[in-house]
């Protein structure tokens, strides 16, 4: 069983449109795990794993974005799994 992993920086209409709530919905639907969080600034960060055709899934989920939503850009960085996350939640606390 191989994974990869990215984070990214979701930029857009991307707060106070249910984003992280269908970004979590998605990840739990493809076995992507992983966390979802607002920034100060106004953007969306996301710490994603999974399998690599799932996780591929879930950054075109992410480059779309919910109904209301509307996203400018997409800054990934692909990086070595860590394997430690259980799921997939939001990170009230980052």
């Known amino acids: ?12 209409r991307v707060q106070h449109v249910g984003f992280r709530y269908y ?20 953007d ?11 996780l591929e899934k879930f950054l075109s989920w992410l480059r779309k974005g919910p109904p209301h939503g509307r996203v400018d850009s997409v800054n990934i960085v692909r990086r070595a799994p860590h394997g430690t996350y259980r799921g ?4 009230y606390d980052g």
């Open 88 to 91: 997939f939640a939001v990170d």
């Open 44 to 54: 969306v960060e996301v710490s994603a794993e999974g399998e690599p055709e799932n």
């Open 23 to 42: 970004a979590c919905a998605e990840a739990e639907r493809l076995g992507v795990r992983g966390w979802i969080r607002n920034n100060a600034g106004g």
């Open 1 to 12: 069983m191989s994974a990869a992993a990215f984070d990214a920086i979701v930029r857009g």
